[in-house]
């Protein structure tokens, strides 16, 4: 069974940076596109960046420029380095691998 397990979150002012991790159990992991979501109070969750398993990349307009996706297939893990924060950036953050979520991670971003 694939379990996805993320890391990485916390508080950080606004400006600041944060590296979230998603690390995938098992389940040809190089071969797969993985996801990066988020949700915010009262709203829909949405996609902030994907990465194929090539390494092709792609970004919600919002994100784009600050966030940067990526991923290690030697230790099974995908990242999203997240620089120049903002207020509206705060929300619990989820992986995805197709098979399964992972079970989010909350960031906050308060001065």
């Known amino acids: 069974q694939v379990q996805v397990v993320e890391s990485g979150g916390g508080l950080v002012q606004p400006g600041g940076s944060l590296r979230l991790s998603c690390a995938v159990s098992r389940g040809a992991f190089s071969i797969r596109t993985m996801e990066w979501h988020r949700q915010a109070p009262g709203k829909q969750r949405e996609l902030v960046a994907q990465i194929t398993g090539g390494g092709r990349a792609n970004y919600a307009d919002s994100v784009l420029g600050r966030f940067t996706i990526s991923r290690d297939n030697a230790k099974n893990t995908v990242y999203l380095q997240m620089n120049s924060l903002e207020i509206e950036d705060t929300a619990v953050y989820y992986c995805?691998?197709?098979?399964?979520w992972g079970q989010g991670t909350q960031v906050t971003v308060s001065s």
């Open positions: 995805k691998h197709p098979l399964i």
